[in-house]
């Protein structure tokens, strides 16, 4: 790990506030010259104090412009926005729906396609992601949301996920769609599906 700048600057501080101190120490002695040297020091010392404050608090202004990222994090791009079964699905809705009428989008957050219009507080609850949302091809709207249930969504926490998903869904009036990984490779079922929708 590199040696931050700042240190030097709390060095040279410390030794203006040293040079200071020694100044009130010679503060006994009467003899002229000595007073004289007493002054400079003290002047230099509390430059030194000032000039290193300063420096610290521009140079931690500046550092945290610079890295907004926290200490440590590291990011890196997923090889894919689909698993493989999300894929399959996603191909067999492009398949079955006709390309000029409608659009998948995949990975839709909720706050996308949902506005909260009241009951204050934050949106937190719109910051979940759908698998897919069906749109019209003409302006966008949104039309349905897909959800690809795997084994994953029997825990007790994406249960209360899944249903708080679909309570906000029926709130705001956009239909939600939930297949299973069995039932998304059934073309037939999934056509039936999205035809009671749309």
Known sequence: MKKRPSAKWIIVLAGGAAAAALSFLLAGIENEG???FRWALFAIGVAAA??????????????DGRRLLPEGAEYRKKRTLMSPPERELYELLTKLLDRRAFAVLPQTALVSVIDKVSGGGYRNELFRIADFCIVD????????????????????????????VA???????????????EQAKNAKYVR?????RL
Do not use: M, Y
């Not at 906000?168 to 956009?174: K, L, P, R, V």
């Open 192 to 196: 039936n599906e999205l035809s009671r």
């Open 137 to 164: 091809a003409g302006d966008f709207e949104p039309l349905v949301l897909v959800e690809l249930n795997d084994a994953s969504h029997l825990r007790d926490d994406r249960r209360l996920r899944d249903e708080k």
């Open 50 to 63: 000032v000039l290193s404050a300063v420096v610290l608090v521009v140079g931690s202004l500046k550092r």
């Open 167 to 181: 309570a906000i869904c029926s709130d705001a009036g956009i239909p939600l769609v939930t297949f299973t990984l």
């Open 34 to 36: 000595v007073r004289g």
